[in-house]
């Protein structure tokens, strides 16, 4: 079965340097029939205007995943990183037993989109730890990007989940088979694209439960994430 989660019916907080679009419930938006998906507690479709950005807040028990889709955003945080971030590369940042940060567009003539993730962790009060990665092979095929046991070049995460991160350009295809017990979530970034047939626009994202084979197609051109759950 997929669900779509239509992009106009997201939540929305307009202030003067920040477009947020929540997927699920955040802050003052609150909907509880979409407070998350298995452990995805959080998708938010960021666009930060130019020299604009997130004062120092904190966070903890959580794992927290920056994917970049265009412009950049610098990070700062407690424990001493300072990176920018720019599309192909993505933040993990375990929050742990507790971390403080900031994010700011550095650029005064250029907004910034990123899609914030949040995960629930498995484990609680774990070390704070910070990693960022460039993934410039997600062109034409799913890449893994983020996992519990960073196999295949992916950042670590704290939870049993793996995310892909892919590009597809017209024509081009990409298929994935869901195990036993799982579920996904699919998130698009920019573009179209039909799920089994099922279409998906800039901003929709999709639960998907009770399938094994998915196929990814694209008329146009697509950037999206995949996310395999527990069920």
């Known amino acids: 079965m997929i669900k779509i989660r239509k992009a106009q019916d997201r939540g929305a907080n ?24 298995s452990d995805l507690r959080v998708i938010n479709d960021d666009i930060i205007a130019e020299s604009g950005g997130f004062a120092e807040h904190g966070h903890d028990n959580m794992e927290i995943i920056t994917y970049a889709v265009s412009g950049s955003l610098e990070h700062r945080d407690s424990l001493g990183n300072g990176d920018v971030i720019k599309p192909g590369e993505v933040q993990v940042m375990s929050a742990g037993s507790g971390i403080r940060h900031s994010e700011f567009n550095p650029s005064s003539d250029e907004k910034a989109r990123i899609l914030q993730i949040w995960i629930m962790p498995d484990q609680r009060d774990v ?40 590009i ?16 996904a979530w699919v998130q698009i970034a920019t573009g179209t694209m039909k799920v089994n047939g099922v279409s998906l626009q800039a901003g929709d994202g999709a639960a998907i439960t009770d399938e094994s084979a998915l196929t990814f197609e694209t008329d146009d051109a697509v950037d999206f994430l995949l996310f395999d759950l527990r069920a």
């Open 14 to 37: 307009k202030i003067s340097w920040l477009e947020s679009y929540h997927t699920f419930s955040f802050g003052r938006y609150h909907d509880p029939e979409h407070m998350g998906f």
């Open 127 to 166: 070390t704070p730890r910070y990693d960022q990665k460039e993934f410039t092979d997600r062109h034409g095929k799913l890449r893994l990007i983020a996992s519990k046991d960073a196999v295949d070049g992916s950042l670590m995460i704290h939870q049993d989940a793996k995310i892909y991160a892919s």
């Open 168 to 183: 597809l350009k017209a024509e081009e295809e990409a298929s994935y088979t869901l195990q036993d017990g799982r579920s």
